[in-house]
Structures are given as structure tokens and as C-alpha cells.
């Protein structure tokens, strides 16, 4: 039986892009190599599943008749950003001898925490928090406040797809790296075009005073000198950050029918 497409494949066949996929070879490669009107975008595709040991306590938990319940921190994840580690080196290699105009990395979640994975994705990006303050009720978006894989492999791809899959249902944002040479010609793609409701582009959202960008040489490591950069370049008051998580709990029924 042929092996089925895979996600990132089958989403841009249905906006009218051609896809190959990339001979392997003794380097590290990329995977595919899509074109839509006339703009070739390389692609690393990456698969994250859910962690056996997580499913095995899910199990176990319903098979008693429990209550299974979980709490993600929707902040950096460490075995991400190995993921995003590999994939700019598989990007950087396939670049040097295809042909291309764009370079990005395509995630997608899968399992029953795909959707936490897909903000940990995102959150590994950009090293992102919330930001609010102390006398005013609502949050902000920072984008950078922590160090962030975006910045750190600025020079191998341009940005990045999040997605995350549902039964047969796939959410996707595409995810532009500020911090690359060609953000710009990405976010005026034909593939961001696609993205009506899912482009997160960290500059636009400052512009229109949605979010803040922490764009300054402070070490990451020193969360409160990053938190008075914030407060003199956006003239906020008694500034904090905090951490986003997700919470769920699942329940086995009878099926009756």
C-alpha cells in the first residue's frame, strides 16, 4: 500500500501548489520542494507525537473508570527546540545545492495534546510570554522576550508553519521570522495569502499596538532588566509576565450504541 501524503503536502496540493518531494541522499536533506506561482519554497516537515509515557498514564487512568486530567505550560520546550535545531541544518544543507526562493519548517502536532504542542511550537519560535500591568486588566503578546529559535537560526529559514491536527481537521498559522533576510517576501507569498486568518507577523501586531517585541540586547537570562526595556520603550507601569498553560480532563463512557 503507497504511503499517504503527508499533511504539509496534502494542504498546499489543495491551494494549487506543486510538491516534490527530495531525494534522499548521505546529507542531511530537506524533505520538499513546493512551487506556486513561480515561487519555490523549501520545506522541512516535522511530525510531533504524543510522549509514551503521557499516553500510557491517559491509559491507565481511564481503563480504572479515573478521571485523566493534564496541565501543558504553553511556554519554550526544550525537546522542540531540538526538533527546530535539526530541521535549520537540514534546511541550510538541501539549500546549498536546490533551488529556492523561501525556506521554512512545518510542524504539526498530532495526538491528544497536538494543539499544546502547537502553541509550545510557537512559543519556541519567539520566545513569547504575556505581558501585563499591574493596574490595568488586560495582556499582550511579547514576542522575543526570551531567547527564541527564530533568532537563533535567523540565517536558515524564514519562517515557520504551526499546525496541529484534529481527527481529520488540520489548523494551521504560518509564522514569520522577522529576524530573516526574506520575511518580507514570505509574508508577500502566495503561500501567506493562503493564511487569511493564521499569518502571525510579530511587527505588524506591534505596529497596531496588539503586541511588544523585546528587541534588544539584554541577555535573556535577566527577565526583570527585559521587563523595565518594555516599560521605558512602551511607557507601561509595574510590568510582569506571565505564562500561559492548558488545561484538560477526559473521562471514559460507555458506548451504548
Same mark, same amino acid.
Given at each position: 500500500m503507497p504511503e499517504a501524503p503527508s499533511i504539509a503536502t496534502q494542504v498546499l496540493e +489543495?491551494? %494549487?501548489?506543486?510538491?516534490?518531494?527530495?531525494?534522499?541522499s548521505s546529507?542531511? =536533506?530537506?524533505?520538499?520542494?513546493a512551487q506556486l506561482d513561480g515561487v519555490r519554497l523549501l520545506i522541512e516537515e516535522k511530525t510531533k507525537f504524543e510522549d509514551p509515557e503521557r499516553l500510557e498514564?491517559? *491509559?491507565?487512568?481511564?481503563?480504572?473508570?479515573?478521571? !485523566? %486530567?493534564? @496541565? /501543558? &505550560?504553553l511556554r519554550q520546550s526544550n525537546r522542540i527546540s531540538g526538533i527546530v535545531r535539526k530541521a535549520s541544518k537540514q534546511l541550510s544543507s538541501t539549500g546549498a545545492d536546490?533551488?529556492?526562493d523561501l525556506k521554512v519548517l512545518w510542524f504539526t502536532g498530532?495526538? #491528544?495534546?497536538? =494543539? +499544546?504542542?502547537?502553541? /509550545? #511550537?510557537?512559543?519556541?519560535?519567539?520566545?513569547? @510570554?504575556?505581558? #501585563?500591568?499591574? *493596574?490595568? &486588566? !488586560?495582556?499582550r503578546q511579547c514576542y522575543f522576550f526570551r531567547n527564541s529559535?527564530?533568532?537563533?537560526?535567523?540565517?536558515?529559514?524564514?519562517?515557520?508553519? +504551526?499546525?496541529?491536527?484534529n481527527a481529520n481537521t488540520v489548523t494551521v498559522k504560518l509564522c514569520l521570522n522577522p529576524y530573516s533576510a526574506s520575511w518580507e517576501t514570505l509574508r508577500d507569498s502566495p503561500y501567506a495569502k493562503n493564511f487569511k486568518l493564521g499569518l502571525i507577523d510579530p511587527v505588524a501586531e506591534e505596529s497596531r499596538g496588539e503586541a511588544?517585541? +523585546?528587541?534588544?540586547?539584554? &541577555?535573556?537570562?535577566? =527577565?526583570?532588566?527585559?521587563?523595565?526595556?518594555? =516599560?521605558?520603550?512602551?511607557g507601561l507601569e509595574r510590568a510582569q509576565n506571565v505564562d500561559m498553560n492548558m488545561a484538560s480532563a477526559v473521562v471514559r463512557v460507555p458506548n451504548d450504541g
Open positions: +489543495a491551494w %494549487g501548489a506543486k510538491v516534490e518531494s527530495i531525494p534522499t546529507k542531511e =536533506e530537506s524533505d520538499l520542494l498514564a491517559r *491509559n491507565v487512568a481511564l481503563s480504572s473508570g479515573s478521571v !485523566h %486530567g493534564s @496541565t /501543558q &505550560p536546490v533551488a529556492h498530532v495526538g #491528544f495534546d497536538a =494543539e +499544546a504542542k502547537h502553541f /509550545q #511550537f510557537m512559543s519556541t519560535l519567539y520566545g513569547s @510570554t504575556r505581558i #501585563f500591568e499591574l *493596574n490595568k &486588566p !488586560h495582556m529559535d527564530f533568532f537563533r537560526y535567523r540565517e536558515h529559514f524564514d519562517g515557520a508553519v +504551526a499546525a496541529y491536527l511588544y517585541i +523585546a528587541d534588544t540586547d539584554i &541577555p535573556r537570562t535577566d =527577565e526583570h532588566a527585559i521587563l523595565r526595556f518594555l =516599560e521605558k520603550k512602551y
